[in-house]
């Protein structure tokens, strides 16, 4: 398995513009995660899927930040408008089960929020 | 809430041994996490532990005592490529749902 792929890897774009990540997580896990990791928080969970669907999304800083899975092989986290503060780098990671299971990580999106 | 402490730098010497700390608060406590974060690279699991003990994988070993909040991770034989972040996550249950907590992560420095 090629493991979980994110894209784009970077993303720079301007203040109030709409930026959407991607992720496809390994065949066949049931669970999916969205992180954001700053040097100031450190690695923050964000969301996570089980079976396609959002079981914890407390982790969602404000409505600007929305995530879905609308199949088993992808999911998306979107942020609209985008501000400055969300400049961090997104990583998606998978999962066969929750507990007494490893989370394999994506490479990450690294964004910049000008 | 979840709350968990772990020091922000250590620095150790090549083919020593390193014990990295890692204190927690939670409620409905599930199992805690390490991971090693490489600068630039994305975090790769180390160890799981749930149960009271010792864990031992190789070079690399996980305690854990529930009833203290506490674990640590301890590197044997250190390598120079053992230089990265460490990160203790905590699982926990509540609110109808599981959730996972990580620490700030501990930046270890191996020096020759």
């Known amino acids: 398995d090629a493991g979980v792929i994110q894209s784009p890897r970077h993303e720079v774009t301007e203040m109030g513009q709409e930026v959407t990540l991607r992720c496809k997580p390994i065949s066949g896990h049931d669970y999916l995660f969205w992180y954001r990791q700053t040097m100031m928080r450190g690695l923050e969970l964000l969301i996570y899927f089980n079976n396609n669907v959002p079981i914890d999304d407390s982790g969602m800083p404000e409505d600007r930040f929305s995530a879905k899975m609308p199949n088993a092989s992808f999911s998306t986290l979107k942020i609209q408008p985008s501000e400055p503060r969300d400049s961090a780098v997104y990583f998606c990671a998978s999962s066969l089960r929750l507990v007494d299971d490893t989370q394999y990580f994506g490479p990450g999106t690294r964004l910049t929020v000008l | ?112």
């Open chain 2, 1 to 112: 809430g979840q709350n968990i402490d772990q020091p922000t730098e250590m620095t150790a010497t090549e083919g020593a041994i390193v014990q990295i700390n890692c204190t927690y608060q939670t409620s409905g406590f599930n199992g805690l996490f390490w991971y090693q974060q490489h600068a630039g690279e994305a975090p790769t699991f180390l160890s799981y532990n749930v149960l009271d003990g010792l864990e031992e994988k190789g070079r690399f070993s996980s305690f854990l005592s529930r009833s203290k909040g506490y674990s640590y991770l301890l590197l044997k034989e250190l390598q120079m490529k053992d230089s990265a972040s460490y990160l203790c996550a905590v699982l926990y249950s509540g609110g109808g749902a599981d959730g996972l907590t990580f620490g700030k992560g501990t930046h270890l420095i191996i020096q020759p």
